[in-house]
């Protein structure tokens, strides 16, 4: 597969990282991409290609609303 184009939203590259390994239809390569705004959903990894259904990206937003409010929670109970 090839996919090519603008990814949906910025990277941390010197978090983000890839790999290679030996799968059981050949070579297989791992990409992990570090958004750099952590709590926005994208639609798709490429712009334009493979966009999640409507339903899907809300339970997205749902979570990540979630895990950032669990998170400024933790931060005012330790101060």
Excluded at 24 to 50: F, M, N, P, Y
Aim: with cysteine; net charge neutral.
């Amino acid at each position: 597969m090839r996919e090519q184009g603008p990814l949906f939203g910025p990277v941390k590259h010197k978090d983000s990282l890839w790999t290679l390994e030996d799968g059981d239809g050949g070579r297989e390569i791992s990409i992990v991409l570090t958004k750099q705004i952590s709590h926005q959903t994208w639609s798709s990894v490429i712009k334009g290609q493979d966009e999640l259904d409507v339903l899907t990206q809300k339970e997205m937003q749902k979570k990540m609303m979630l895990e950032r409010f669990q998170k400024e929670v933790c931060r005012e109970i330790r101060a």
